[in-house]
């Protein structure tokens, strides 16, 4: 086997890891028929309201409320983010014109595309049993620029990589947590171990754009990708903190509320293991 191109040696490495975790995508977790009142349907430290003042005034029950809506609303991002993940990787199988697009790395997309799939299938079976629907997507605008295709791709897989790496944020914390409810616990478990190798892809395909990138001089347009990519970090920062899960709970001035939470210390203190973690990335392959 060729070591020339390290990547590809990653695609082979997750397409054996991949096949050894094999799973029924659609009956994966087992759904509980009604959720536990004595446990958190999402972890109560990373509750959007939970540094605010008023999360003290919210009864028990509310409190659980609010546990539940804000596991649909993290489980809709999730899904709004995996549906324009497979309909960006879905042209690049067998394309064969950019990095990651040969037979053995469309090989591993392929894998790739099918656990996002059956992502999708469990976190919008979770918000359809016990909330009746999937939030709607918050309708942000992602900027597209045009670069050259180490540096949209290096924009592309950037994103993705601190989409899944927030979601593996948390999905790591739910996991942990001990007074998490039995399928919420699972959905974040199952998403976790699948999502390790998304991850490592990821980063195969930073790294790789990277030095061609280099190599071609790019660094405006470089400095430009890392911009939107701090936009967009940003943006995932914010989707915890939905007015509508507010609205639901039936408060007042959930847009308020958002604000309030957005500029809470405590909140950025909380999330800020994954954005020193992005950031100790970043420096480390000298991006
Ligand atoms: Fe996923
Ligand atoms: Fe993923």
Redesign the pocket.
Known sequence: MSQKNTFQVVARKLITASDKKKYDPFNRVEYQETLNGDRWQFPEDFLSLRNLPIYGDLDDEQKWRLSLLEAINFFSV?IH??QA?VAALEPRLYRDKRVGEDPVSSKYIQRFIH??NS??YMLAEFCLRYHGSVFPDRAFAVEQPKFSPEVEDILFYGRTYIL?SY?GFINQKAVKDSDMDTSAHQVHKY?LI??AR?KAWDKAMIEENLSRAKKKNLSSELRAAKDLMATYQEYIYQSACNPAVYRALGLENGMRLRTEVIASNERRDLMRPWSEGLAKYYADIGF
Do not use: A
């Open positions: 999730n983010g995996e993940l656990e996002e992502h999708t899944e979601l998403h699948d999502e998304h």
